[in-house]
């Protein structure tokens, strides 16, 4: 899974970025971003896999990872003209990512405020997501036009025909201009549509960068976001800061702040509720490993995950729970209870579950 940072300059995007990966990018309020992003791999905190290392104590401890981006950024729209969007190649990378993380700036900085005046959580969303509106228009306005020439020059086909109704329902949802309510395509349109990848066709995490004096305060603007996107709030200097500190200093200053777990965890806990991920787990002497795959996901989407040939060749997973698990202490007490399973293909796998595939290459 990829999650790129996206927003205005000074939003803190990259401040955001180091706090979730634990790097040591620098950030400031002066100088002009560059334009390749930061790239990490951010580990997915699950306290149930500490706790499967613990029972099991294998060789080897996986955590599942996602991808984080961080993006240089707009370029400053001096004098109330825009100048320019994202790059091109900036653009194209953007278009890579499962979600995007909207950083706005809603702290106080004497510098940064007197340039970009003072933070505007709201009026800073509608902008950003006016740039991903004209660079989607862009692409469906031109694949638009090159359909219907194509069809009045007499090559009209039924697959031609679905694209074009796609693309003319994304171009009303384009100009209507508010991403949170996407347009509801049919599968086979959706499939007709996806090689673009549209960027406001993405879910969107808003993430409010806050200052550590006003974190926990924001709970109405919070409730404004949340009802059109899904919103969380982070104290991005601060939370970054917490990344140079022992572990346990770090938490009695989250104590403090009230913050109860790290942004890395809110953030990824954010994102797999988003796109609908969810965790199972295999354990073993050699490895304790988390894996993810879409909520709905059957025991062979589960087995594929771990290798196409465990799909392939699947007959049958054995699975029980993490919580029984934790309940009753062993998988000899789960095996005494009659609480582990023989599951076949089309079993859906839930959140937690703990399978071994059998199969058969
Ligand atoms: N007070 C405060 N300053 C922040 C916060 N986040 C970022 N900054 C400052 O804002 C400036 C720009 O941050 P940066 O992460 O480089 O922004 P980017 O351009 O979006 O990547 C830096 O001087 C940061 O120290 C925050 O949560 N609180
Ligand atoms: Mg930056």
Known sequence: MKIGLIGLKKSGKTTI????TGMDITTDQYSASKDEPNIASVRVSDP???????????KKTTYATLECMDFGGFKDSQGGERKEIFSGTELGLIKTVDALGLVV??????????VLGEPDPFSDIDTVLSELILADLIVA????????????RGTKTPALELERDALARIHAFLEQGDVAVPPELTADEDKAVRGFRFLTLKPIIVILNSDESTFGRSTELLGMIWKRFCGIEF??????????????EAKAFMDDMGIGTSARERLTMAAYELLGYISFFTVGAD?????????????VDAAGAIHSDLARGFIRAECFAYDDL??????????DK??????GKTYPVRDGDILSIRFNT
């Open 17 to 20: 970025f180091n706090a979730l």
């Open 48 to 58: 149930r896999i500490t706790a499967l290392s613990e029972m099991y104590r294998p």
């Open 105 to 114: 700036r809603n702290f106080h900085d004497q510098y940064i405020d007197s």
């Open 141 to 152: 306005e031109t694949r638009l036009e090159r359909i219907n020439h194509q069809i009045q």
């Open 235 to 248: 104290a991005g200097q601060f939370e970054m800061e917490l990344n140079r500190l022992e572990r346990d």
């Open 287 to 299: 490895e304790v490993r988390a894996w993810t795959i879409r909520r709905g996901g059957t025991a």
């Open 326 to 335: 934790m309940t009753h202490g062993s998988e000899k007490a789960l095996r």
């Open 338 to 343: 009659g609480l582990i399973r023989l599951e």
